[in-house]
């Protein structure tokens, strides 16, 4: 077990050192790795396993709080939210502002994702700005003017209030997600194509959007998840209880949340964040390959 | 004119401000397998893209069976291209992939099958026809691309440098199977590739481009023979002709190249030469050989590569190097004295502007 | 491209003319819808914006230019000055953890042998739960008695402070929120830029006896310049415009700590009905992000375009 070798020479894995040293090192290497990986996994679970415990547990056990796991889970809480008068129609606005702000979005950005990706035209990287720059804008700050604007157009309270202001501020992100994945499909297969005797629509149907959908399913994953979690823009131009979405729901049921409530706020709390979780989780290596490659930023 | 196929007249082609064709005329006979060759940028491509309707043209006219096409769609202009990357769809079957543009023209279904099976046989693909692109090898690949070509029955076949991303055992395969591929379809076919030996082994006719511009048309081996000037006199041939400026000397009855390090080069015959005129002087490697005796030039070996077959062989003629060849075995090593003995009968000369003369 | 029935000499008809003009006219006709929502809402808000703040605006909407009065006051009041001295830190702050952690992460994930896909898959989770959800969630981590953080201080025999009574201590736990919810996404850019390093370089460094410390220094993070950038300019956009997560968890108390910008605004918009002074903010809001996005711009891309050119000559 003596040191055979000279320290100026070890090679990257260690493959020649003694025994000891390599058990060391590789001990070493697993806790350097391994420790923030431990602190990453439950940085991330802790809040959501937290409220999920607490979501089954008593309420009188969630004051106290001396322990982790429920005594005596219990699903009622659920049965309560479920329960809620409206919640049902909240859920169904929600869905169905982010189904409309995920389908006319996408539409939108594919056209035009493609234009930009495929056509070289005078104005090109003018109007690509222009698609760009909107997504400095920090969307909080746009709730005094659009409410003033839109009150002004008599839209406030309803559906199109929610589509038109989630779409606008989904098309910039799409649109660049996807010239992206547009411009990395080889142009050759397109010009193959156009001898072939395709034209543009068939183009973008049978050779675009088949070769770039991990770019599709990536855009309307985030458009998705937009559409699901927005607030601010429903805190300012939707007054109405019945047309409000999850979100909105969620926040106002904090003050009238009492002790004895806390297992409902929670389990509201992960019923709201349950669907998206369950998109992300199916099409989650998509995501995540898309955003590591760069190609969402 | 009325016997060509395809025809370019006065073809010009910009990039924004960058001129890249000037001024190409060419005929192509029916039938014939025409090979563009040049080094990178000469505008080969540029041309054989103009020819498929990629790119537009800036003036001049391309005619195919008598037809003006300038303006007439990729589709509609009888014509089929295979590309340097095959650019098949990756999605898609090898039948899929074959199928694709009859479907495109909403062909009957039997006929679209019919056409995948009689493409899939002449190829050899009749056993892949359901696998995908990713799961065929480099040289199944390149025979999609050219069945996708073949199922449009084009009036003209286009190639842009097909062979380039494949390995040197086979690039050679493959060379004679779309050889062999025209020679059953006499179809007419233009050809692009940098790589003078494809188109000295395919061509019936060879055209050697460069900078935007026709050096020289003619069948190959004519043009290796008789290269009209200095540019195709270095391209075609590997390891290329020695090239060496000098100036006409005239003795008593003979005459002679001298070189600017003051050695002579035998001259046959001195022609409509002028004493004192500057000429190049230019000699192939094959044509050079080692001599036994005395009366040959005196020369040191710098660099011996035996590659088998033959060896190649670098000398220095008082500080000028030439290469030859030489089909024997060689003996000797760099620093070696030797003799070499040139064949005037294959020599070359050039204006160092441009022409050749003899 | 027209038609093939052009006249047989190749010369133009007026079809193909109109051809032309069609051929010319398909990207803008791709482009051009998808641009009048984003230019036309999003646009269209700004400027109202603008225009909101240099007007003061009755419960009736009836709009009477003053011209930059709204400006002067706000500017002058103490609360908003406060609350800007407020957002910077707790952009500092956020910023600093924020890329501190994602580094971190990413180096993990990066040399992680095993699970690699699930491990990904699981740190980008915090990025899609709600903002509101996500306050809701801290909360009840961080409550006095019943909350996640006690509860394992208790344990530990450690004091267990009131987080969310404490203003001090308000604002850290506002921090981590916003961390949680912004570090997973700048973690995957940073790995993102990790897998673009060549390896070889790694080994080329080891040759040459460069430490592992010495060896991120000096060789890993100038390599990962730009996605350092671009994490560092989406972390801060967020922080800045943090919303949500405050206005649920703390409404900009206790006592203000945790009041912000975005939450002054919301404040003197909708509680206060004074329209004008909140578009102020929100002015004050854009030109900071301007501001940001320019520098970002000046100090990531065009020096690395600099330096680009200097290589080359």
Redesign the interface.
């Known amino acids: 077990m003596s040191e055979t070798l000279n320290h100026q020479e070890q090679p990257v894995l260690g493959r020649e050192r003694s025994s000891l040293q390599h058990y060391l090192r590789r001990s070493r290497r697993f806790l350097l790795i391994g420790l923030p990986l431990a602190f990453l996994v439950i940085w991330t679970s802790v809040p959501i396993l937290w409220a999920f415990m607490a979501s089954l547990k008593e309420p009188l056990e969630i004051y106290e709080s001396n322990t982790f796991f429920p005594r005596s889970p219990s699903l009622e809480a659920y049965q309560t939210v479920l329960a809620i008068d409206g919640f049902g129609k909240w859920i169904f606005n929600s869905v169905l502002v982010t189904v409309v702000a995920t389908i006319v979005p996408l539409i939108l950005s594919i056209l035009a994702a493609y234009g930009f990706a495929r056509y070289f035209f005078r104005f090109r990287h003018i109007l690509l700005l222009l698609y760009l720059v909107p997504r400095i804008i920090p969307r909080v700050s746009l709730i005094v003017p659009l409410n003033d604007l839109m009150s002004n157009l008599g839209l406030i309270n309803t559906y199109w209030v929610l589509y038109i202001t989630y779409i606008a501020s989904a098309v910039p992100l799409s649109t660049w997600i996807l010239v992206g994945f547009f411009k990395s499909v080889p142009k050759e297969i397109e010009e193959s194509a156009t001898i072939d005797g395709a034209n543009m629509w068939n183009r973008l149907r049978y050779v675009i959007l088949p070769i770039a959908w991990p770019g599709v399913v990536t855009a309307a994953v985030l458009c998705i998840r937009e559409g699901w979690n927005e607030f601010a823009f429903v805190l300012a131009l939707v007054t109405e209880t019945g047309m409000r979405t999850l979100p909105y729901a969620l926040y106002t049921l904090r003050d009238s949340m009492g002790v004895q409530n806390f297992a409902v706020y929670n389990a509201f709390t992960i019923l709201t964040v349950l669907p998206l979780l369950i998109v992300y989780l199916l099409l989650e290596r998509r995501v995540v390959e898309s955003i590591v490659t760069g190609a969402v930023k | 004119m009325n016997n060509s196929y395809v025809e370019f007249r006065e073809l010009q082609k910009s990039f924004g401000s960058t001129s890249v064709l000037h001024g190409i005329n060419l005929q192509i006979e029916e039938g014939s397998f025409v090979v563009l060759v040049g080094p990178s940028g000469c505008g080969k491509s540029t041309l054989l893209r103009m020819t498929a309707g990629l790119e537009p043209i800036n003036s001049g006219q391309i005619s195919i069976a008598d037809r003006v096409v300038n303006r007439v769609p990729p589709k509609d202009r009888g014509i089929a291209m295979v590309f340097q990357s095959y650019a098949l769809y990756p999605h898609m079957s090898v039948a899929d992939n074959l199928s694709f543009s009859l479907k495109m023209n909403k062909s009957p279904l039997d006929r679209i099958a019919e056409a995948v099976k009689g493409a899939a046989s002449i190829l050899q693909l009749s056993t892949l026809l359901q696998r995908l692109p990713g799961q065929l090898s480099g040289g199944q690949r390149q025979r999609v691309a050219m069945g996708r070509a073949l199922v449009r029955e084009p009036a003209v076949f286009l190639f842009d440098e097909p062979l380039s991303n494949l390995d040197a055992k086979l690039r050679v395969e493959m060379r004679a199977e779309i050889k062999a591929l025209h020679q059953r379809l006499s179809a007419t076919t233009i050809y692009v590739t940098h790589d003078q030996i494809e188109a000295m082994t395919m061509a019936d006719k060879v055209v050697v481009m460069n900078d935007g511009r026709i050096e020289q048309v003619g069948a190959p081996l004519e043009i290796y023979d008789r290269p009209e000037n200095l540019f195709v006199a270095e391209f075609l041939g590997s390891p290329s002709m020695n090239l060496l400026p000098g100036k006409v000397v005239f003795g008593d009855g003979t005459a002679a190249v001298e070189l600017e390090n003051g050695v002579l080069l035998p001259l046959p015959n001195k022609g409509d030469l002028q004493s004192d005129q500057k000429i190049i002087y230019g000699i192939r490697p094959e044509h050079i050989a080692l001599a036994d005796d005395e009366n040959g030039l005196a020369i040191t070996l710098t660099l011996v590569e035996p590659a088998g077959w033959e060896t190649h062989l670098h000398a220095d003629l008082a500080g000028v190097t030439l290469r030859f060849l030489s089909v024997d075995r060689v003996n000797a090593r760099p620093g070696d004295p030797a003799h070499l003995a040139i064949d005037t009968r294959q020599l070359h000369l050039f204006d160092p502007e441009t022409g050749r003369r003899i | 491209?027209?038609s093939?029935t052009?006249a047989?000499?190749?010369r133009?008809t007026a079809r193909?003319w109109f051809a032309d003009r069609a051929t010319?006219a398909?990207?803008?006709?791709?482009?051009i819808?998808?641009?009048i929502?984003?230019?036309?809402?999003?646009?269209?808000?700004?400027?109202?914006?603008f225009?909101?703040s240099v007007n003061e605006?009755d419960m009736f909407?009836n709009k009477s230019f003053v011209g930059l009065r709204n400006y002067i006051t706000v500017f002058n009041d103490p609360r908003f000055q406060a609350s800007l001295i407020r957002t910077i830190v707790f952009v500092i702050c956020s910023i600093t953890l924020g890329i501190v952690m994602s580094m971190?992460?990413a180096?993990?994930?990066y040399?992680?042998?095993f699970g690699r896909?699930f491990?990904?898959?699981?740190?980008?989770?915090?990025?899609?739960?709600?903002?509101?959800?996500?306050a809701?969630?801290?909360r009840?981590?961080f409550t006095t008695?019943?909350?996640?953080a006690?509860?394992v201080l208790?344990k530990f025999g450690l004091p267990t402070p009131s987080w969310l009574g404490n203003p001090y201590l308000a604002f850290m736990v506002a921090v981590f929120a916003n961390c949680?919810h912004m570090v997973?996404?700048s973690t995957?850019?940073l790995?993102?830029?990790l897998?673009?390093v060549d390896r070889d370089i790694?080994?080329a460094a080891?040759i040459d006896?460069a430490s592992g410390t010495q060896t991120f220094f000096k060789i890993t993070l100038p390599m990962i310049k730009p996605?350092l950038g671009?994490s560092l300019i989406?972390v801060s956009?967020i922080s800045?415009?943090t919303?949500?997560i405050i206005?649920?968890m703390t409404s900009g108390g206790p006592q203000r700590a945790t009041e912000v910008v975005?939450m002054y605004?919301?404040q003197l918009?909708?509680l206060q009905l004074d329209?004008g002074q909140?578009?102020v903010?929100?002015v004050v809001?854009?030109s900071i992000?301007?501001l940001l996005?320019l520098f970002y711009i000046y100090f990531f891309v065009l020096s690395d375009m600099r330096d680009a050119k200097e290589a080359k000559t």
């Open positions: 491209m027209a093939s052009e047989d000499d190749g133009l193909d010319h398909v990207p803008y006709l791709l482009v819808p998808g641009l929502f984003v230019i036309g809402v999003l646009g269209y808000a700004v400027i109202g914006g225009v909101l605006t909407l971190i992460f180096l993990t994930l040399h992680v042998g896909r491990f990904r898959g699981i740190s980008l989770v915090p990025y899609f739960v709600s903002g509101i959800a996500t809701v969630m801290f009840f981590v008695s019943g909350g996640f006690n509860f208790y949680w997973p996404f995957l850019i790995l993102g830029g897998q673009t790694y080994d080891t006896g996605m671009v989406w956009y800045f415009s919303f949500d206005l649920a975005s605004m919301y918009a909708y329209f909140g578009a903010l929100m809001l854009l992000n301007t996005s």
